[in-house]
């Protein structure tokens, strides 16, 4: 199993970015496809970011061109560098971890983090 904690969330103004972490252990990112996942009050829960173990990437049309998925290998840390924040990226953030062919839903990812808060004021 891997453990997933995530780290970097805050208060940022409109137009910002910040960069939110997720740190693993118990065994390497190598072995997952890791996703950042987001919950934002009263909705559902939506991949924005995925990338595999071979460093394919999707990012979800509401953040393409703003957010940027990467991986530290050797930390076994996974990043979300998120860019021209917009109020609506307000939410819960939260790292995933799924099979090696998972893609945008949620049920294929199997490890979860706890989430940081990222909140986006206008």
């Known amino acids: 199993q891997v453990q997933l904690a995530e780290s970097g969330g805050g208060l940022v103004q409109a137009g910002g970015s910040l960069r939110v972490s997720c740190a693993a252990s118990g065994r390497t990112l190598s072995a997952y496809a890791m996703g950042w996942f987001r919950q934002a009050p009263g909705a559902q829960r939506e991949l924005v970011a995925r990338i595999t173990s071979g460093g394919s990437t999707y990012y979800a049309d509401s953040v393409k061109g703003r957010f940027t998925i990467s991986r530290n290998m050797a930390k076994n840390t996974v990043f979300l560098q998120m860019n021209s924040l917009k109020p609506e990226d307000t939410a819960v953030y939260y790292c995933?971890?799924?099979?090696?062919?998972?893609?945008?839903?949620?049920?294929?990812?199997?490890?979860w983090g706890q989430g940081t808060q990222v909140t986006v004021s206008s």
């Open positions: 995933a971890a799924g099979n090696l062919f998972a893609g945008i839903a949620s049920s294929a990812y199997d490890y």
